[in-house]
């Protein structure tokens, strides 16, 4: 299974802010939209990305005062892409051994969709089910 089969399936709006947007207005985006990390873009840029976790170490970092801050001072400026013929496998470990969530894809250098854990836990669940059904019909018809 590959990274386009989970855009395919979700869809490959990204939501994004600019970087000099206010963390309290990237903070909304992410409570109305129910998401937990947003990139930062600039002009069709990437810039960095804005996660939950950037923006409780700010917190406690800095205070209630970091809200009034511009994102490009809090998010996170390297970031890890992948692409849409990379493999959920391959992805899973890359997200594992750098301790992240999400990762933008990214192809001729347009990003193109983004994908979370969460995203890939859905389309395995899905994949282990419909092996199973395929045994049981499988079996059925023995």
Request: charged share 15%.
């Given at each position: 299974m590959t990274v386009r089969s989970i855009l395919d399936a979700k869809g490959h709006?990204?939501?994004s802010v600019a970087p000099g947007a206010t963390l309290s207005a990237a903070v909304k985006l992410l409570g109305e939209r129910r998401i937990g990390a947003?990139?930062?873009m600039d002009q069709g840029r990437m810039e960095?990305?804005?996660s939950e976790r950037d923006i409780v170490r700010v917190l406690s970092e800095r205070g209630?005062?970091?809200l009034?801050?511009?994102v490009s001072a809090v998010m996170t400026r390297k970031v890890v892409s992948c692409r849409e013929s990379d493999t959920v496998s391959a992805i899973m470990e890359m997200m594992t051994i750098g301790k992240f969530r999400h990762l933008p894809v990214v192809e001729d250098g347009k990003v193109v969709g983004l994908i979370s854990i969460g995203?890939?836990?859905k389309s395995r669940v899905q994949e282990y089910e419909r092996e199973q059904e395929a045994l049981r019909d499988y079996i059925k018809t023995a």
């Open positions: 709006q990204v939501m947003v990139l930062v960095g990305i804005l209630a005062g970091a009034d801050e511009p995203d890939i836990v």
